[in-house]
């Protein structure tokens, strides 16, 4: 049977401001395979990390929804935060309230109420299905190849030269320099651009 | 420039085209073009010569006409690598076959007529974008600025050629009409910048700093001169950059704030009529040189080598970051990143910042051995797939690879065609999913299962 | 229920590709836009990972309409 644990984020007033968090986890934990829901003013805080981590040791969940922000900002941070627990990372699915919910519907707070539990059921059903996943490897060329030789690119050249790569700077012209070249003084401090 | 030629750890490659880039982060293999030379570089000494005693002469693109250069020639006297090219479409030699001179001079036999572009492959572990930018083709643009018909109408980096102590005028500003040295000088900002009619939107950023500096050198170079800036707004958003322009102002640059609506000839000036916004009325300026600010424009091409590894541009054809504010030095393509004015219009300091960015950005890459992949990514079950290979049609990453596998039918073995997912090239997009009619590809992260459970609990 | 109702809430299913409409969706929100509430997201890594089938499951399971963007 599956174990699931469902955190819902208040994002201090960005989303607790709007919708009813707590009507939201009573609603969701109804869900089946849901064994742990709780609410926290940010999820994201290290004391939010902390509660996910307890309760996933404490109530054996084996998989993880965080009701927060948009997945695209937060989904690294919980999938270490699950790392950490002992689960595998990908055992975790983000239900978007904030950029898609609260923010957008801050004026119908009924409404957003309906949609957030709507969303979460939607993560909670996907990671009913989830598995684990791992990573693979591929090897890296200690290389690097700089397009164009003006300014920028001789000082990224040169910076990663420094480093102790190896690198191709190749410029289409003649000459390296770029439009710098071109220049006589520069502002504000007037040196020359050679 | 003489320490990036001489770094030990850089390879550099002047004249030199990237013409196809394939692969994926930590393992690019890129093609690169060596153009022909028409000189061996590893006998050339560089001792100039060749182009002392070469008959053909040019106008030099490099110094805006102002000048002329040889057929075998170096753009400037400091240029790295110090040593000449041959500009075969303006040689004799290429256009008649007579001639030859360069090369029966030349002390080392460098000069090599036979000599014929090369290709070259490498591979690389990461790519940096620093193509830059050109200026904006006012001439084609501006009318009330006589499309480029008026000499003595030139560009800031025109001016930059005149002013710069190693350029043809050897740092003299003279009017390109008739070498004259100019007394009034009227400076034009935005042109093609903030200007969605004829020209881009956006603002340039380094025009409002360097038209201040000309400005400057204008009455530092010229006794007696004056200079006047027609501008929209000053802006001097930098370190020590409000304080320079407070600096001209008060060494009598006027600046004038309006647009410029016409430039005409009257006998051997130029009369700039504009408005001063700030007075409420027209102003005319009798000028013997205008020197326009002209918008940063993405560089030549730039559009073609975005095509050959992926990068997208927006709206105005520069590169696009990741992300304008977490991610400004990446691209949505891993393993690419972005330096300097191919991103956006920038000044030196902004350039070589970023430039330094995108360098930690690489080094950290190229610390790693090995990187992990993100595994949500496509997965064939070689059992369902039929080896149509319909797969490998749609995928816009040549992540699918044909493989033969051996299986028992009646207890023999067969052999059988089946696709294959090269992890280190599939970015997990899916498409291979849709188009299987066997089921056999999924996308682990986003299964057929997963997604339709989605839509169940959303239709619920 | 007839669409001539004039309370009438479509129910709306979206695949949205995370690189460009999902990030539009929450930039929307960052913008704080607003616009109706009865549109519901699902984030898929591609417009082209959008098999028809999901589509017409979605009207089988009660969708009033499906919005496919990328």
């Keep these: 049977m599956k174990r699931i644990g469902l955190f819902v984020c208040w994002c201090g007033s960005n989303i607790g401001g709007v919708i009813d968090v707590p009507a939201v986890v009573q609603e969701a934990s109804k869900f089946p395979g849901v064994v742990y829901a709780t609410d926290y003013k940010y999820m994201c805080s290290e004391p939010g990390q902390e509660t996910i981590i307890k309760a996933i040791k404490e109530h054996n969940l084996d998989r993880v929804v965080v009701a927060s922000c948009t997945p695209r900002l937060h989904e690294p941070t919980f999938r270490k935060t699950l ?3 002992g689960l595998n990372p990908y055992m975790f699915e983000m239900a978007n309230i904030r950029e898609q919910c609260t923010w957008v519907h801050s004026d119908e707070k009924e409404n957003a109420t309906t949609k957030a539990i709507a969303l979460i059921k939607r993560a909670l059903s996907k990671v009913s299905k989830v598995e684990p996943l791992y990573e693979s490897y591929i090897p890296v060329t200690k290389k690097a190849l700089v397009i164009g030789g003006g300014i920028a690119g001789m000082q990224v050249a040169l910076d990663i030269a420094d480093s102790g790569h190896e690198v191709i700077l190749v410029e289409r012209e003649p000459t390296i320099g770029g439009k710098m070249a071109m220049l006589d003084k520069t502002f504000p401090t007037l040196d020359c651009s050679a | 420039m003489v320490a990036a030629a001489q770094h030990p750890n850089i390879k550099l490659m002047t ?4 013409v196809d880039v ?14 022909a030379r028409y000189v061996d570089h590893s006998k050339c000494t560089g001792c100039g010569t060749c182009f002392e005693k070469c008959p053909s002469k040019v106008p030099s693109a490099y110094d805006f006409g102002l000048g002329t250069r040889k057929a075998i020639y170096i753009d400037f006297p400091t240029a790295v690598p110090n040593k000449p090219v041959i500009d075969a479409e303006n040689c004799r030699y290429f256009k008649t076959g007579k001639c030859g001179i360069c090369k029966k001079i030349c002390p080392t036999g ?3 007529y036979e000599q014929k572009e090369e290709l070259i492959q490498e591979k690389v572990g990461a790519i940096v974008m620093a193509t830059g930018f050109d200026l904006f083709n006012w001439e084609e643009a501006y009318g009330e600025y006589g499309y480029g018909r008026f000499k003595d109408v030139i560009s800031g980096l025109h001016f930059e050629r005149m002013s710069n102590a190693s350029g043809l005028t050897g740092g003299k500003i003279i009017r390109p009409s008739d070498g004259k040295e100019p007394k009034s000088v009227v400076f034009i900002k935005c042109v093609g910048s903030r200007d969605e009619a004829k020209g881009k939107e956006y603002c340039s950023r380094a025009c409002c700093m360097y038209t201040a500096k000309h400005a400057h050198q204008v009455l530092d170079k010229i006794p007696g001169s004056s200079a006047y800036v027609f501008y929209m707004d000053v802006r001097t958003p930098g370190k020590a950059y409000d304080e320079f322009y407070r600096r001209t102002v008060e060494e009598g640059v006027q600046y004038i704030r309006g647009r ?4 005409y000839p009257s006998g051997d000036k130029l009369i700039v009529m504009g ?3 700030l007075l409420g009325r027209p102003v005319e300026v009798e000028a013997d040189l205008v020197v326009l600010a002209t918008a940063m424009v993405p560089s030549k091409d730039s559009d073609k ?7 997208p541009t927006d709206k105005d054809g520069f590169f696009q970051e990741a992300h304008p504010k977490l991610r400004p030095v990446e691209t949505m393509t891993a393993g690419l990143f972005l330096a300097g004015a191919c991103q956006g219009p920038k000044d030196i300091p902004d350039t070589v910042s970023q430039a330094s960015g995108a360098a930690a950005k690489v080094c950290a890459l190229l610390s790693h051995n090995e990187l992990a992949t993100d595994p949500m990514i496509s997965q064939i079950n070689e059992a369902l797939c039929s080896g149509c290979l319909v797969c490998k049609g749609v995928c816009p990453y040549k992540a699918i690879e044909e493989k033969t596998i051996t299986e028992r039918v009646g207890g023999k073995p067969v052999e059988r065609l089946v696709a294959s997912v090269n992890t280190g090239l599939c970015q997990g997009c899916g498409n291979c999913t849709v188009a299987c009619r066997a089921g056999a590809a999924n996308l682990k992260g986003f299964t057929n299962d997963q997604v339709l459970a989605e839509v169940d609990a959303l239709c619920r | 229920m007839s669409i001539d109702t004039k309370d009438f809430q479509p129910k709306i299913v979206g695949f949205t590709c995370n690189w460009c409409s999902y990030a539009g969706a929450d930039l929307a929100g960052v913008s704080r836009m607003k616009y109706p509430s009865n549109i519901r ?4 890594p591609c417009s082209g990972r959008v098999n028809p089938q999901f589509v017409l499951r979605a009207f089988q399971k009660g969708a009033d309409s499906v919005l496919v963007s990328g």
């Excluded at chain 2, 080598?305 to 990068?311: K, P």
């Excluded at chain 3, 997201?41 to 898929?44: A, C, E, F, K, P």
């Design chain 2, 22 to 35: 394939s692969g994926y982060i930590g393992n690019f293999e890129v093609t690169i073009k060596q153009k």
């Design chain 2, 260 to 263: 410029v609506s016409k430039i």
């Design chain 2, 110 to 112: 460098a000069v090599d």
């Design chain 2, 275 to 277: 408005t001063d916004t």
């Design chain 3, 41 to 44: 997201v699902i984030r898929v």
């Design chain 2, 15 to 18: 004249y030199s085209e990237v």
């Design chain 1, 83 to 85: 790392a950490k627990a």
């Design chain 2, 305 to 311: 080598i975005a095509q050959l590894v992926s990068c």
